[in-house]
Each structure stands twice: as structure tokens, then as C-alpha cells.
């Protein structure tokens, strides 16, 4: 859902995420897959401009897990890579798999070690807390065995991470 709110006063700091074209579409999905997370405006072309025409969309101003973002219908100049992502922690099985399944299921795509991306080409970093509080561990034969069980993984299983730390 879509709602525009001119009087709020932004943070001073965004993240502003490059889009070609999809930037409301992509918010649009984030708001529906994820808690605290909301479409905030929608700017359009106000007259024609050399790459659009009047009532494009330009930018959405969105959150994404209660982080501010703009979301810039920018072109494909610079798509979306690896350096940047958002790292979901999660707290169940439940929970990491309706994250990993909206955004693959979505028309996205498995990576390895717990990260996928989404259609338009962000990436998501899908962490149960289980993991690193394990690679975390003072114990650090467990926290090894836990890195080695999680590098066989792209969606992470927490039984297996968790079979992992017992040895």
C-alpha cells in the first residue's frame, strides 16, 4: 500500500538503493513481506524529462525494518551487487524460511551461507540468531563446527547449526 506524508521530516541519513524503473514495486514487496515496513511517498515527474515523461515514478521513500530508504528509479547504469545487503536476523526456522521463501519465491535467487536476492537485485543476508550466537561462542571448536556446517548451506537450517555446536 502506498501513502504519501510530506510533513514528515526524514532521518538526516537513507539508504538510497538504485532502481531500473521498479523502485515501487520492489517497496511495494518489502512492505508487504516484512514487519515494520511501509511505503512512505511516492515522488512522480512532475513535466517530461529526457529518459521519461511526466508521472513516472522517480523515487519511493520507504522503510525496510524500520531503516529509512529511497528508492531511486535510476536506470541501468548501476545495478545492485553484493557489497551492499540487508541482514534479516531471524529467531525460529519459521521465520527464516517465510523471509527466504518470499524473496526467492518471488522470483529471486538461493545463494550460499544464508544469502539470496531478490528479483530487482538486492540482497538479503537471511540470519537465524542461532548462527551467530554459534560463530560467536567462546567454545570455538563449536563455533568452527557451525561455520563448517553453515558453508554447506544457502538457506540456513538451525537444527543442523545447532547439531553442529553439540559435536
Excluded at 53 to 73: H, K, P, S
Excluded at 106 to 133: F, H, M, V
Amino acid at each position: 500500500m502506498t501513502e504519501t506524508n510530506p510533513a514528515s521530516k526524514p532521518a538526516k541519513n537513507r539508504v538510497c538503493l538504485w532502481y531500473d524503473g521498479t523502485a515501487e514495486d520492489a517497496a511495494n514487496f518489502y512492505a508487504a513481506v516484512f514487519p515494520d515496513t511501509r511505503v512512505t511517498s511516492v515522488q512522480r515527474a512532475p513535466a517530461d524529462y529526457p529518459d521519461g515523461q511526466a508521472g513516472n515514478v522517480l523515487v519511493v521513500e520507504f522503510t525496510v525494518m524500520g531503516i529509512e530508504c529511497i528508492g531511486l528509479n535510476g536506470g541501468p547504469q548501476f545495478p545492485q551487487s553484493e557489497a551492499f545487503s540487508f541482514q534479516v536476523a531471524t529467531d525460529t526456522q519459521e521465520e527464516t524460511d517465510r523471509y527466504w521463501d518470499a524473496i526467492v519465491g518471488n522470483d529471486g535467487a538461493e545463494s550460499a551461507c544464508g544469502w539470496c536476492k531478490d528479483k530487482w537485485g538486492l540482497n538479503w543476508q537471511i540470519t537465524p540468531r542461532a548462527l551467530t550466537d554459534a560463530m560467536a561462542s567462546p567454545d570455538r571448536a563449536a563455533a568452527k563446527r557451525a561455520m563448517e556446517a553453515m558453508m554447506t548451506m544457502h538457506k540456513i537450517d538451525i537444527a543442523q547449526i545447532e547439531q553442529a555446536v553439540k559435536g
